[in-house]
C-alpha cells in the first residue's frame, strides 16, 4: 500500500541519478569535443591509408626496376624489353669508321693536358659509333657484275651491259669520235659531274657529262701534255708545250705561268690547294692556286719526269723513273722521302688506292706489282704479255690496266691472287689516259681516236659525303662550300708520310728544355762557375802563388772524378762477383734430371 503523502516512483529510473538541465555553453563544448574526435580519427585514417599507398608504390617501383633495362630505356609498364640495352655494333664496321689510336697520356702533373687527351679520345669514341650505327641507314650499295652459269664476266661487252640497265645509266655509255687532235688526257672533277678533255694536239674541252651539255671548247694551237681540274669546276689547269696556263670554265685564259715550263704530268691536292707539276727538265715543282705563289721547287736529278700520281691518304707525290724505281716526295724536303726499286726496266705507270695502303707499279719488265706502303714490300707479281701503259684505281678497289688498244679491269687485285681480269673492252685508238669516276660506276678512257665511257659495275662510292664532295650542288652551295675549303685549308707545311705523326703529344726531353733555356738566358745557369783566386795581400797574390792555388783546386776536383770513378769500378766488380756466385751455386744444385745423366 502507499504511504499517505509518497509520490509514485517509476521503476525505470531507479538506481539512475537524474542529470540537472545542461546550460548552452556545456553543450557547445560538447559539440567541439565531439568534432575533435572526428578529426583525429579521419585523420588517423587517412594517415594508415597513405602509408598503405606508398608501401605499394615501392613495391610498384622496385618490380619495374627489376625489369627495366640498366641503361635507362624507357618500356612500357607491363612489359619488359626482351632486348636490353643498346645494340652491339660489329667490330669490322667500328673498324671501318676508326679515326685514330689512343694516345699515349703524359706525367700526373700535367692534369690538364691529360683532362683535354681524355675528351678527344672520349669525343672521337662516340663519333665512331655513331658513324658505325648511321651507316646501317645508307641506302645504296655497291654491286658488282655476275654472270650466269659457266659465264666469265670479261666476254660480256659494253652494249649488253647498257641494254641490261636502265636508261639514265645506259646513258652513260658513250663513245666521242674526236680522231682529228688525239690521243686525249683526261680528268673528272672531284664531285664527278664535270669530264675535262686534253688533246695532244692543242683540242682542249669541258663537258657536264652527265647531261651531255658542253660548257667551253677551245684550241690552244699547240701541243697539249695533260690537263687538270684545280678546286672547283670553274678552273682548270692545261700543260702546254712551254709553259703552264690557267683557264676559266669559259675557256678565257687567266693566267699564264712561265716559272712552270715543260710540264708533263700534274696533280691536284685538293684539302691543300697545291698544284703539284713534273717537268722534263727533272722539276718538281708546287703551286699554290690559292695565292698564286710557288711553293717548292725540287730539282729531283733524275731524267725526265713523265710518271706521277698522289697518295690521296697524306698528299705525298710518287714519281716514277726510267731507273725502275719510284720515290715519294714532300715539299718540305729537297731529297727524296723514300726510293723503291719496283722493276728491272723504266716505270710506265703508278697508282695508289684512297686508304694510302697499297701502290700499284707497270713497268718496261712487263710486270705488274703490288706494293704495301706501309712496309714498302712487294705483296703480289703479275706478268702481262704487253705490259700496262696506264693504270688507275676506283673507290672500291677495282684496277684498270691498260694494254695498247684494249682496257682490262681487274677486282680485288691488293687482296688476293688474280687470275682473270673482271672486265674487258677494245677500242679503236690507242690508250692514251685513264680515270676513273668519282660516285659513279663509270670508267673515263682517252685513247687515239678520242674518248670512251664505259660501264663498270660496282666501281665507285655509292653513298657520297655532301659536305666534302656533293655531285648535286647548286651554285650557291658551291661558293660557300669553296669559302669554307679556303678558310680550312691545310699548309703545305704539314705534309708528311706518316700523317698521324701530328696528333702526337712532344715530350722534350731535359737537354733539350736545358739547351732552349739557355739560349733565353744567354748563360748557362748550371754550369759551375769558374774558380778566381782570391786577392791577399803581403805579396801572397803574385802570379805564380795564383798559378799554385788554381792547380790546387784543380787536382781536388781531378781527385773527386777519379774518386767517383774508381767506387763505380768497384760497385761494378762487386756485381760482377754476385753474379758468378749466383751461377755456381746454381750449377752446384742437383737437379732431378740429373739421374738420366751417363
Not at 555553453?25 to 569535443?33: A, S, T, V
Not at 655513331?130 to 641507314?137: E, G, N, P
Not at 696533280?267 to 707539276?277: D, I, K, N, R, V
Not at 790546387?552 to 781531378?558: I, K, T
Request: charged share 30%.
Amino acid at each position: 500500500m502507499e504511504s499517505p503523502g509518497e509520490a509514485p516512483v517509476d521503476e525505470t529510473h531507479v538506481g539512475k541519478k537524474k542529470k540537472p538541465p545542461a546550460r548552452y555553453w556545456q553543450e557547445l563544448q560538447e559539440e567541439e569535443r565531439k568534432d575533435e574526435n572526428k578529426v583525429k580519427n579521419d585523420a588517423e585514417q587517412s594517415k594508415e591509408a597513405q602509408q598503405q599507398e606508398d608501401d605499394e608504390t615501392q613495391k610498384a617501383k622496385k618490380r619495374k626496376q627489376d625489369q627495366s633495362p640498366s641503361d635507362g630505356e624507357k618500356v612500357k609498364p607491363g612489359k619488359s624489353d626482351p632486348f636490353p640495352g643498346p645494340a652491339p655494333i660489329p667490330e669490322d664496321r667500328l673498324q671501318k669508321f676508326k679515326r685514330k689510336d689512343k694516345l699515349k697520356k703524359p706525367h700526373r702533373k700535367q692534369h690538364k693536358l691529360r683532362d683535354i687527351i681524355a675528351r678527344s679520345e672520349d669525343a672521337s669514341e662516340m663519333a665512331q659509333k655513331q658513324a658505325a650505327r648511321f651507316d646501317l641507314l645508307l641506302p645504296e650499295e655497291a654491286g658488282f657484275l655476275e654472270g650466269d652459269e659457266d659465264e666469265d664476266t670479261c666476254m660480256i661487252s659494253q652494249e649488253d651491259i647498257a641494254e641490261a640497265v636502265d636508261i639514265t645509266s645506259g646513258a652513260k655509255y658513250f663513245n666521242l669520235k674526236l680522231s682529228q687532235f688525239g690521243p686525249y688526257r683526261l680528268d673528272y672533277s672531284k664531285t664527278g659531274r664535270h669530264l675535262l678533255l686534253g688533246g695532244r694536239r692543242g683540242h682542249v674541252a669541258c663537258i657536264d657529262w652527265t647531261s651531255k651539255q658542253l660548257m667551253c671548247e677551245i684550241n690552244v694551237m699547240e701541243s697539249v701534255n695533260d690537263v687538270k681540274w684545280l678546286h672547283s669546276e670553274a678552273m682548270y689547269a692545261v700543260a702546254q708545250k712551254k709553259w703552264l696556263y690557267i683557264y676559266d670554265s669559259n675557256g678565257i685564259e687567266l693566267h699564264c705561268i712561265r716559272k712552270f715550263n715543260d710540264v708533263l704530268r700534274m696533280q691536284f691536292l685538293p684539302y691543300h690547294f697545291l698544284l703539284a707539276t713534273a717537268s722534263a727538265t727533272s722539276f718538281l715543282q708546287y703551286l699554290d692556286v690559292s695565292v698564286g705563289k710557288e711553293v717548292a721547287a725540287i730539282c729531283t736529278k733524275t731524267g725526265r719526269l713523265d710518271v706521277m700520281c698522289q697518295n690521296p691518304h697524306n698528299a705525298i707525290i710518287h714519281l716514277g723513273h726510267a731507273n725502275g724505281t719510284v720515290t715519294l716526295w714532300s715539299p718540305n724536303q729537297k731529297e727524296a722521302l723514300v726510293k723503291m726499286l719496283c722493276h728491272q726496266g723504266g716505270v710506265r705507270s703508278v697508282a695508289v688506292d684512297k686508304t694510302g695502303t697499297y701502290m700499284v707499279t707497270s713497268g718496261m719488265d712487263k710486270k705488274l706489282k703490288v706494293y704495301d706502303i706501309r712496309a714498302f714490300k712487294p705483296l703480289k707479281s703479275y706478268f702481262l704479255p704487253a705490259g700496262a701503259a696506264c693504270l688507275s684505281l676506283s673507290q672500291k678497289g677495282l684496277l684498270s690496266a691498260a694494254t695498247g688498244d684494249v682496257v682490262q679491269v681487274y677486282k680485288d687485285v691488293c687482296s688476293m691472287p688474280v687470275t682473270k681480269p673482271y672486265m674487258a673492252h677494245r677500242l679503236r685508238g690507242t690508250v692514251w689516259g685513264l680515270h676513273f669516276c668519282p660516285f659513279e660506276d663509270v670508267l673515263g678512257v682517252g685513247h687515239g681516236d678520242g674518248f670512251t665511257s664505259m660501264l663498270v659495275p660496282g666501281a665507285g662510292e655509292p653513298n657520297f659525303d655532301g659536305l666534302d664532295a656533293n655531285p648535286y650542288r647548286s651554285a650557291k652551295q658551291r661558293q660557300e662550300w669553296e669559302v669554307k675549303a679556303l678558310m680550312e685549308k691545310i699548309q703545305p707545311d704539314l705534309i708528311s708520310l706518316d700523317p698521324t705523326e701530328l696528333a702526337q703529344v712532344d715530350q722534350a726531353t731535359w737537354e733539350q728544355r736545358h739547351q732552349d733555356r739557355v739560349e733565353v738566358l744567354g748563360f748557362d745557369p748550371l754550369a759551375k762557375e769558374k774558380f778566381v783566386p782570391k786577392y791577399k795581400k803581403k805579396g801572397r797574390s803574385s802570379a805564380g802563388a795564383i798559378e799554385r792555388r788554381k792547380k790546387q783546386v784543380a787536382h781536388e776536383e781531378q781527385r773527386d772524378v777519379i774518386r767517383k770513378s774508381v767506387e763505380d769500378k768497384v760497385k761494378m766488380e762487386k756485381e760482377r762477383k754476385e753474379r758468378e756466385r749466383k751461377k755456381a751455386a746454381l750449377s752446384t744444385q742437383k737437379s732431378a734430371l740429373d739421374r738420366f745423366k751417363k
